[in-house]
């Protein structure tokens, strides 16, 4: 395959019905502003040229260090901030095209669930009056019908009736996660962005957390978008998994396919950090030289040359194309001159 | 609850004992006091013998001891003679029974010295009193009304042109001395030789009091509104100088408070989780946003409770506009200790319990908030 027919496959043209959500493009640059007249002085290049599908039914993993840009993509994707360049297609529209009452509609079929249950719930607000507000704000049902919808959602995460009437901060961090779910939940959505939904809960929590999403996503037929700094718990997870590094997806395949067969040498050093539960089992890591460099100022060529083992002089110079080389039925996506 | 009220106003009891305690002492161990200045300049002639600034100090009490005129302020003198003391009871007491002090711990504070010699203080305070509260209160409102609009703007839009403008406004409010404020106030607005009247012909204001004591002349607002000495509209445009001085001073915090407290509720979690909902701007940040930043505001505005009662010194000596904070200055100006003693008696009293009020506030603003 030469250089230019490779290039033609990563404008990812492969949407097809079973695509839920297309993002194509999406970059998000963030201001840095100084001095007394606040002038731009920089953009912090927080998610820089993403383009990924997630398919109906499916949980897409969405991993990376802190800072790569995992949570500006599941929010941007939800338009709950506005992108710098870049489509997003739901359902074969693009949101940011939108106006402003379509996209009030469309908020019905996408939600949120954010890391911190001690943030995301208005602590002046009973969890049963913030479950329902979804619901009045889209007109659906009588208060008294609300009122039954929401002692029902709470059910379905483990919770009882009387809890509605009770704040937010009468719970437990792991309740605060159900009531999350629940909220979410009660617009009948299609697709979750999962925003590390368990980093915050103590681990006998998270185990709990995660079976509930399961359950659900089988119940009510739901799409995720599960962002995670956590290997163990996006294998657990995921159907497909993308590797992000520094605001660009580094690798992109079945989960299956990751774990057995990384090909991203910055992949192959996250999966080598990966603790595995016996003592006797040796490994050899990889252990990544210096730091995350800035997103202000990303290097040269491929971004992850100054770290990465394996790295040419070429690496440097330009940047690799994301593009797929597995083969028919399993696709393989990965940005890497040394894979190529 | 009920534990805890009990055990804070056993608190607040010590809390005012040692307060009193405070403002004796201060006004007592301080040099000076009403008789230090009785004979200077007097000639051979017009001085007062020992004798006769001893009868003085036993018609006023300050014959006692020092820590006997402390008990006597705050317990009364009347039960003084049961116990044998008759001898450091006031003149008049000693006479007459009914004229004996009961102190301040059955609210009496005794007779004021100088600013109106012979009167109760109470009487002096309850007449001064509804003035005091008709300026500060109107000074906060209009300053509320204003600032929290504001605050909210400045933190929705933080950054903006009209942010700058507010964070500079506030600046200069806070920076600029009340004193020459209300006074170029009253420079450019007051008066018939005023800029306002005399180069934009505009009907000008008046310089200070509560209300006219003349009919008003041609060419003030007082005039052209046709009101007549002493009503409820002469009274209202005396207060607008004096309002507006001191709702600038008060605006420039209060803006400052809902800015900052707007900004830590807006990055939290559940306003982005509101706007996921579905809900509009509007909504997301008045229902959301303003309900949890409005909970350290009720706390602060609470604690001027106190401020409310006690006046501003200031602003009401600039307009001299009789209000507590003008008595004061002026019992001060006029070593009236009875007078001075009672105003920093009560206000120690009021922020006591606006200190109360705004835990109890607290605990009904913040569902998070119990009292243990």
Redesign the interface.
Known sequence: MTLTQMQVQTSLDLSTDQDLVVVRGLKKYFPVRRGLLQRVVAWVKAVDGVSFTIRRGETMGLVGESGCGKTTVGRTILRLIEPTAGEVYFEGRNIFALTKPELKTLRRDMQIIFQDPYSSLDPRMPVGASIAEGLAVHGIGTPKERFEMVVDLLRKVGLEDYHARRYPHEFSGGQRQRIVIARALALRPKFIVCDEPISALDVSIQAQIINLLKELQEEFKLTYLFIAHNLSVIEHVSDRVAVMYLGKIVELTSREELYRNPLHPYTQALLSAVPIPDPTLRRERILLKGDVPSPLNPPSGCRFHPRCPVATRYCAQEEPPFVNIGTRGQEHWVACWRVM | MINYLIRRLFQMMVVILLSSMAIYAIMNLAPGGPLSGINLGADRKSRLSPEEIRRIEEFLGLHRPLHWRYIVWLLGEDWLDEVGLKSLQRTSCREIPTECTRGVIRFDFGDSWRLAAGQKVIDLIWFRLPNTLLLMTSATLLSLLVAIPIGIYSAVRQ?SLLDYAATTFAFFGTAMPVFWFGLMMIFIFSGPRSPWHQVLGLPYLPTGNNYSLRPPQPGSLLYVLGATPGSPLDRAVHLILPTIVLSLLYMAGWSRYTRSSMLEVLR???V?????????ERVVIMK?AL??AL?PIVTILTLEIPGIFSGAVLTETIFNYKGMGRLYYDALQADDWPVVMALLFITALLVVFANLLADILYTI????IRLE
């Open positions: 950054y939290q979690d559940y982005r989780t509101a706007r996921a909902k579905g809900l509009v959301h309900r949890n909970i603003v913040d569902p998070r």
